[in-house]
């Protein structure tokens, strides 16, 4: 149970750390179970144990009927939703629309 419980505690850092495009986010989830996200008060809870974060419950949604194979627009949001492979995970990364664009405005100009 310690090994398991180290590795566990090794991928939450490693989700809580990576920042799609700079600016993003990304939560691990098992089912409707948090194992990984930015905000460490999820870490190891419920999604419906957050009524109040309408992002969340919106991506939980998706991620409860299976995924999605596209990169999806939610709240202003682009949303990424990647199966781990060999588990019943899944990835899920995000970024504001406004920081992809202004990049891709920046080098429009």
Not at 1 to 16: C, E, T, W
């Given at each position: ?16 750390g990576y920042k799609p495009a ?24 419920d999604v419906s144990e957050h ?18 194979v596209e990169v999806r627009e ?36």
């Open positions: 149970m310690l090994a398991s419980d180290i590795y566990l505690a090794s991928i939450s850092q490693d989700v809580a700079e600016f993003g986010s990304a939560i691990l989830f098992d089912g409707s179970q948090i194992i990984a996200a930015e905000n460490t008060e999820y870490v190891g809870t009524p109040e974060d309408a992002l969340l419950q919106k991506i939980s949604q998706v991620v409860l009927s299976g995924g999605s939610i709240d202003g949001r682009y949303v990424s939703f990647d199966p781990v492979n060999g588990t019943t995970w899944t990835m899920v990364s995000y970024v504001k629309r406004g920081d992809i664009l202004a990049a891709l405005n920046r080098f429009i100009l």
